[in-house]
């Protein structure tokens, strides 16, 4: 089924009204990031996506949208998203790509 496919802020469409650092976690190897989002009814599952320079790391959600003509929406969803980086956070910074702001997170 063919779908379009558009970039989304992780800020703008991680679960919960506050984008907390509940919704975030960088795992103990410093690579793994693990995030909670939500997404509409019309789209599916989005990717998480890391783009790593050696100042920071920008997150991006790749949206796939899933409606069309004859298509019906189903319910949206909520689920955890990983993404594995090529070398580890710190010190770098862990940013929104579509804003620029920086992302809350936690350490497991």
């Not at 800020?11 to 976690?25: C, F, G, V």
């Not at 862990?94 to 936690?106: F, K, N, Q, R």
């Amino acid at each position: 089924m063919p779908y379009k496919r558009r970039d989304a802020s992780v800020l703008r469409r991680i679960a919960l009204a506050d984008p907390s650092t509940k919704n975030t976690a960088v795992a103990a190897d410093d690579r793994t990031i693990t995030m909670e989002v939500s997404w509409s009814g019309c789209d599916y599952k989005p990717d998480l996506v890391a783009r790593e320079t050696d100042k920071q790391v920008a997150l991006l959600l790749k949206r796939r949208d899933a409606s069309g003509p004859n298509i019906g929406c189903e319910d949206g969803g909520i689920a955890e998203l990983t993404v594995v980086l090529r070398q580890p956070l710190r010190p770098r910074s862990l940013t929104d790509v579509l804003t620029g702001e920086p992302v809350p997170y936690t350490h497991a």
